[in-house]
């Protein structure tokens, strides 16, 4: 397909602008660029149709189930949409939070930050939340940040470590190592677990946190969670725990219940916010007894004069200059306030139930790379279909010709040949069928016409590219 | 619930098939002792409720005020078309495009931002965003951290003073000496913003040059709106261009979310930090995009990673690329210029009774100081119906009787006179 820089005519146009009511004004030259910026000169119609056709050569929750590992692809609801788009919210000011003079005008999103920060505290069992972090590894940063701070303040100087199992986000230890701790991994035991004893070894007195994922993205719950808590407080180190899998068990316990002392929320995962083709998310946090002192500021409390904001003393700073992604957290505020407390517990019950029939009917065909039921997630291994030549790439870009999103592909790096499977609550029985159905055919291809399965795909606009040759010639930008 | 589509038949089934008796079974891994008691959550609400209540809270916050308020952020004229078609929910449902073949709408959308931005600011690559103006620029000090290996980042008083906070925040704990100023010896690079936080136009060619003899990297801060009509970062010499991409087609939303756009010399593609999309081949020789460089990032390197960025904020970089295109070379230029002379003749009737105080020309914003402290002064015009502006104080830039002014293409004549008669009775009284 064309380039939108392909498509200029010079001399098109697309928007009418209104003509200048006040004297032009000059700016000195030297200031000035010396011709307009070689932006694509179009009609409207021309940018509607290749943003349309755009648009069509992408997979998205509305039109294909996407269940893509560790991402909980599921479906946002229209009317988080529609309430995000109120002018109310979408043409506020951010710099009516700077000064207290406008807080009179913006007591409804004052309130909306109060309330998601207090509801998220309180699913996570913690004392406080904070909407600043723009994303699930900024959340990660600012909690990191904040165990930064909390031993700065004790005058931990030795604490320099976080601990971080193999099995863990790639995001975990970048987070660690920008923050600038060292980072040591833990391995996982062949069951897919934390291996406890190694934790135990490596808690020195040099750590300053341990960053868990529960359930871990193996899709199984950490069964000693509580014991990593009390082995590391013992040494004052304190517990991060990252909220990318709390879909599997909202409603059903809580991180600070677990011990944990920090952890961030995705927003876009667990609360349905869209996913935007790689963002914006959110990666709100919430905090616990140790670390509340340390959150970032100015933070909105609730007085007799209604929603203000304060400075916090010993705030670590400031992650955001405002509320992070605010209309995200406002669509986030709306899924809360539909399902409300009532209705939560269902997403985890019927997301960790859709993960085990899937895990049920591929587990023959497929290897489980764990044995045992999963949360939220299940994990299968292409071993076998691998040593018969077809790989779990090979079987993804089967999925697309069929009609589906592919499953998250080698990750962890933990399990070979991996495909991970996130059905989430929102998918129905009979899409989960269509795609074990799928999965289970193309089990049977690998067999009888393993080709048909290197060429995949042939539906889409293109074939498999070539990632080397990318890399080599590189081209990132059509430049004038 | 409503988005549960299982029905209670269903999920005997499944049950069935995997073997257990009840949901709660597959909860066995969990404690008991662990487990939630109970919270303080409300309960849940029909759509309808929903709208009605959200429809309530949205008007407690006032918007219908004519917004002089400015600061990084600005309101400025979206098309219609940028609403219509970046809320396909093609588009808005996807994920980062961990699989091309399915994915080219978002890939070629991010191959065309990364083309708009290095056309727009004068550069030779762009990433595919970062999450705002102020995480871009603390990116940007530490890649080049990275690419020099010093460790002495320089940030002029041009800079926004949140933004310098941020960066503070940031790098708390990071083992580097950041410093006021704009002193390039021995310092892995200075950063300037342009125009300044006060709205001050300067050409920096001359810091460029001078970081350059000394080895460190310049960073420029740029308005992309301003970049219709001023001199672009590239042509002063910058190494590494950030800006807040807000003003490019996206609200503003309370905060966000907004864009980070980081730009480079393309030397300095392998320190960037985020995704980046590149141009390729299928199998049968068609053109595709796809993600590429992948061995800076997270998922792959991990602790060694450029950086911790995973989601970024890609739907906000496809709706600046459509504002860029629906708006063309004339469109930015006329809006840029729009912008530039509303705020002249602003300023001009403002600084016939008080001081500005920028010490050069201007862009779209300037800073006045008013006879009276500019909150007071702000509530009472809020009161006809003006956001008056930044008081700077507010945000440690400046006096009590400072006042950041901005000014958009959206803003009529007839509303900048009412808002300079307003301001001027305001502080000097009626007795004109």
């Known amino acids: 397909m064309e380039l939108i820089y392909e498509k200029s005519r010079s001399g098109r146009r697309a928007v009418a602008l209104e003509p200048l009511d006040v004297p032009e004004a000059e700016l000195n030259s030297e200031l ?21 056709l755009l648009s069509q050569r992408n997979y998205g929750v509305d039109s294909q189930f996407y269940p893509l ?18 002018p109310g919210f979408a043409t506020l000011h951010p710099h009516l939070s700077s000064a207290k003079v406008y807080e009179p005008v913006c007591q409804g999103a004052l309130e909306l930050v109060f309330e998601t920060e207090r509801m998220l505290a309180e699913i996570g069992g913690m004392q406080a939340g904070c909407l600043q972090p723009m994303a699930g590894a900024h959340g990660e940063l600012a909690g990191v940040l904040l165990i930064a701070a909390y031993h700065r303040d004790k005058g931990n100087t030795h604490k320099r470590t976080i601990l971080i199992p193999d099995s863990a986000h790639g995001t975990n230890p970048a987070s660690a190592a920008m923050a600038g701790f060292e980072v040591r991994e833990i391995p996982s035991t062949p069951a897919g677990v934390m291996d406890f004893d190694k934790l135990v070894e490596a808690l020195d007195d040099t750590v300053a946190g341990v960053m868990m994922t529960c359930p871990n993205t193996h899709g199984l719950f950490e069964p000693q969670v509580h014991e990593v808590a009390e082995r590391a407080h013992a040494v004052d180190a304190l517990l991060y725990y990252d909220g990318a899998n709390l879909n599997a068990i909202v409603g059903k316990c809580r991180p600070g219940d677990l011990g944990f002392d920090v952890m961030h929320f995705n927003l876009h995962k667990t609360f349905a916010t869209p996913h935007g083709m790689g963002g914006p998310g959110s990666g709100a946090i919430a905090v616990g007894e140790r670390l509340l002192p340390y959150l970032p500021g100015p933070r909105v409390v609730k ?47 019927n997301a960790v139930l859709n993960a085990n029939y899937m895990f049920a009917r591929l587990r023959g065909a497929y290897q489980a790379a764990f ?11 292409a071993v076998r279909q691998a040593d018969k030549g077809i790989h779990a790439l090979d079987i993804a870009k089967a999925l697309l010709d069929r009609g589906f999103h592919a499953p998250t592909i080698y990750f962890p790096l933990t399990v070979k040949e991996c495909l991970m499977i996130e059905p989430t609550e929102t998918e129905s029985k009979e899409t989960m069928d269509l795609f074990c159905d799928a999965m289970l055919e193309i089990a049977q291809l690998v067999d009888v016409d393993p080709d048909s399965l290197h060429a995949a795909p042939v539906t889409l606009p293109v074939s498999r590219l070539d990632e080397v040759r990318a890399a080599k010639d590189l081209n990132c930008a059509c430049l004038a | 619930m409503t988005w549960i589509p299982v029905t209670d038949s269903e999920r005997e089934e499944m049950l069935g098939t995997i073997g257990v008796n009840s949901v709660e079974d597959l909860f066995a891994a969990v404690p008991e002792a662990l487990r939630m008691r109970g919270w303080d959550m409300p309960p849940g609400l029909s759509e309808m409720a929903l709208r009605a209540h959200m429809d309530a809270l949205a008007a407690r916050n006032k918007t219908d005020l004519s917004c002089f308020l400015g600061g990084g952020y600005y309101d400025h004229f979206i098309p219609a078309a940028v609403d219509a078609l970046s809320g396909r929910s093609e588009f808005f449902t996807a994920y980062t495009p961990y699989q091309p073949e399915c994915a080219q709408g978002t890939l070629q959308s991010i191959y065309e931002y990364q083309s708009a931005v290095c056309r727009l600011a004068g550069m030779e690559c762009a990433n595919a965003s970062l999450y705002d103006g102020g995480t871009a620029m603390f990116e940007a000090a530490t890649m080049a951290c990275r690419a ?11 800079v926004n003073p949140v933004w310098r906070r941020m960066l503070l925040t940031h790098c708390a704990k990071l083992e580097l000496d950041i410093v006021d100023g704009a002193d390039p010896e021995g310092a892995a690079c200075v950063i300037v913003q342009n125009p300044s936080f006060l709205g001050t136009v300067r050409d920096f060619a001359d810091l460029g040059e001078r970081c350059r003899a000394a080895g460190a990297l310049f960073v420029v801060v740029f308005n992309p709106v301003s970049l219709g009509m001023l001199k672009t970062p590239g042509a002063m010499g910058a190494d590494i261009a950030v800006a807040e991409g807000q003003s490019l087609g996206l609200p503003l939303g309370f905060g966000g979310p907004y864009l980070g756009i980081l730009a480079a010399r393309k030397k300095l593609i392998r320190k960037m930090p985020g995704r ?9 020789g068609r053109r595709g995009f796809v993600l590429t460089l992948q061995a800076r990032e997270q998922h792959i390197r991990r602790e060694k990673a450029n950086s911790n960025i995973c989601s970024n904020q890609a739907l906000c970089a496809l709706r600046a690329l459509m504002y860029l295109c629906l708006m063309g070379p004339e ?13 002249e003749y602003l300023k001009s009737r403002i600084a016939a009774f008080a001081p500005v105080l920028n010490d050069g020309p201007t862009f779209h914003e300037f800073a006045v ?16 119906g003006f956001l008056a502006g930044l008081p700077l104080a507010a945000v440690g830039a400046g006096e009590a009787g400072d006042l950041l002014v901005a000014v958009t293409e959206k803003r009529t004549r007839a509303e900048l006179d009412a808002y300079a008669d307003a301001l001027k009775e305001v502080c000097c009284g009626t007795d004109l």
């Open chain 1, 32 to 52: 000035c660029r010396p011709a307009a910026a070689p932006l694509p000169e179009v009609s409207e119609l021309d940018v509607v149709r290749h943003f349309t």
């Open chain 1, 69 to 86: 590992g560790s991402c909980t692809m599921k479906y946002n609801p229209k009317v988080s949409e529609l309430v995000a788009a109120h």
């Open chain 1, 303 to 349: 007085s007799a004069d209604g929603y203000t904001l304060e400075t916090i003393p010993k705030s670590m700073g400031r992650m955001a200059a405002f509320f992070g992604n605010f209309l995200i957290a406002v669509r986030a505020y709306a899924f809360l306030r539909y399902y409300g407390g009532d209705g939560l517990p269902s997403v985890a019950d």
């Open chain 1, 371 to 381: 044995e045992g039921t999963c949360m939220h997630e299940c994990l299968l291994s």
């Open chain 2, 148 to 158: 020099t290996c010093r460790t002495r980042v320089v940030v002029d008083g041009s």
């Open chain 2, 276 to 284: 980046i999309v590149g141009e390729t081949l299928d199998a049968q």
């Open chain 2, 331 to 343: 469109g930015l230029r006329q809006t840029a210029q729009a912008c530039h002379s509303k705020a």
């Open chain 2, 369 to 384: 100081r008013l006879p009276r402290p500019a909150e007071t002064v702000c509530a009472e015009l809020l009161g006809r």
